[in-house]
């Protein structure tokens, strides 16, 4: 791909989702590349908000719950995410945030290979997902045995007699490299053992194929390739073959087969509904159902298949202009191995970022040195790449990064 804007403006006449860009509310002169963090608000989110503060809540009150089907909104919501991540219904709900998925799921997950007492995990896990895996494992009595991610079928190969769940995420926040889901997944079944997904970064812009991978366990957030906005509410997904037999540690009465009875002892729901646990977060719930249609009408694939091409055509532009500027592009330049993100090393990371969103292009940051850049299809153009690369060249280049004011700790910008 020749990596100059002439080229970028055919890529974009030629993108069958250039539309999309009409439907999210970005501010002008902004080069949005942060949707790996933060998806940006698709344009139908606000009125839809106000439906459902000043109508189902402001008018029908208590009745809303029956009237706007609040009662079934983790449920229905879970199966529309499900649907982008190869689920069929019944498998999925939404509700609560991901720390408090990651702990249900992987606690529920042991208790599917009770005797079993190694947990199994990527070393480089977000950090969230190393904490719970650790507490799970002091309460529950099990050990947790951190190893690259690159070997996690030979590990789990080593504890094939004492393994209970290997527990990773689809793709490594740090990188952007997607890892392999069903080889991972196949290795922890032929070891006795579950595999228990965090799919944060895959959802909305990997085609995840939970079924026919045979995962057993997956989590979840919203917020980031999905758009549901800031805090909306994260999922879990469980195969129906383990429904009968899953003992989640959080038993909330919305889980209850007979919430209504208010029985004092705890029967769970048949099928997913078990998942459920407390009163959702309805006003995140229903913004994030609202923000699914846009992706739902691209349809994964496609959107997908931008996302590869739009990387593409970053490295590109990234080893055509920025050669010996002191970047290092980490993510890897065959497609079929990343996520949705371009990440480049560089040792004034936090400054040249600083330097990058004064001039309106926006990426993010994380230790050590590693600035990453999300590549939403459905926001972005070619020519949005182009220019962001360009602004990266010559804020490298002209050393316009000393003088950027940056706040390196303490605040996630
Ligand atoms: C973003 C992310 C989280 C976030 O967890 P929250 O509880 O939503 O803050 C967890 N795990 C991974 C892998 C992530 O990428």
């Known amino acids: 791909m020749r990596p100059t804007r002439e080229a970028a403006r055919e ?26 963090s933060l998806g940006p608000l698709p344009a139908a989110v606000p009125g839809a908000l106000d439906d459902v503060a000043r109508r189902q809540w402001g008018e029908r009150l208590t009745r809303a719950w029956n009237e706007d089907d609040w009662w079934h909104a983790g449920l229905r919501v879970g199966d529309r995410i499900g649907a982008l991540i190869g689920a069929a219904p019944g498998q999925t709900v939404a509700g609560e945030s ?44 099990l050990t947790v045995h951190a190893v690259p991610a690159t070997e996690l079928t030979a590990a789990a190969d080593r504890h094939r007699r004492d393994l209970a769940v290997v527990f990773a995420a689809a793709v490594d926040y740090r990188t952007g490299e997607l890892w392999d889901i069903p080889g991972i997944t196949a290795a922890a079944h032929e070891a006795g053992a ?27 957030c919203t917020y980031k390739y999905l758009g549901g906005g800031p805090g909306s509410p994260a999922y879990l997904y469980a195969a129906a073959r383990h429904h009968d037999a899953l003992d989640l540690p959080l ?20 099928g997913i509904g078990r998942a459920r646990i ?5 006003l995140s719930l229903l913004a994030l159902e609202a923000a699914l249609a846009p992706l739902e009408r691209a349809g994964i694939d496609a959107v997908h298949a931008k996302s590869s091409r739009l990387g593409t055509f970053f490295l590109a532009c990234a080893d055509a202009l920025l050669d010996g500027l002191g970047f290092t592009p980490i993510t890897p330049h065959d497609p079929s191995r990343r996520g949705g993100q371009i990440t480049l090393r560089h040792a004034e990371a936090y400054p040249v ?19 990453r850049f999300g590549l939403g299809a459905l926001h972005l153009s ?6 962001a690369v360009e602004t990266l060249r010559e804020v490298a280049a002209g050393g316009a990064y ?12």
């Not at 038993?251 to 048949?270: I, K, L, Q, S, V």
């Not at 970022?353 to 600035?371: F, N, Q, T, W, Y």
């Not at 070619?382 to 220019?387: A, K, L």
């Open 278 to 282: 407390g009163t959702p977060p309805l």
């Open 194 to 220: 579950l595999a228990l997904w965090d799919l944060c970064h895959a959802a909305g812009v990997v085609p995840v194929r939970a079924d026919a991978d045979g995962i057993d366990l997956a989590v979840g």
């Open 382 to 387: 070619h020519t949005d790449v182009f220019d």
């Open 98 to 141: 991901t720390s408090v998925q990651i702990f249900n799921a992987l606690a529920g997950a042991a208790r599917l290979r009770p005797g079993r007492r190694v947990v199994l995990t990527d070393a480089g896990h977000f950090p969230t997902d190393l904490y719970q895996a650790k507490s799970v494992a002091r309460l529950l009595g």
């Open 11 to 36: 890529l974009d006449a030629a993108d069958p989702l250039a539309r999309f860009r009409e439907e999210f509310a970005l501010p002008p002169g902004v080069i949005y590349l942060n949707a790996n």
């Open 353 to 371: 970022m600083a330097a990058s969103k004064e001039r309106g292009v926006i990426g993010d940051v994380r230790p050590p040195e590693l600035l």
């Open 402 to 413: 000393r003088e950027a004011r940056f706040q390196p700790r303490g605040v996630v910008t």
């Open 251 to 270: 038993t909330g009465w919305h889980g209850h087969a007979r919430p209504f009875a208010m029985e004092p002892a705890y029967d769970p729901a048949p």
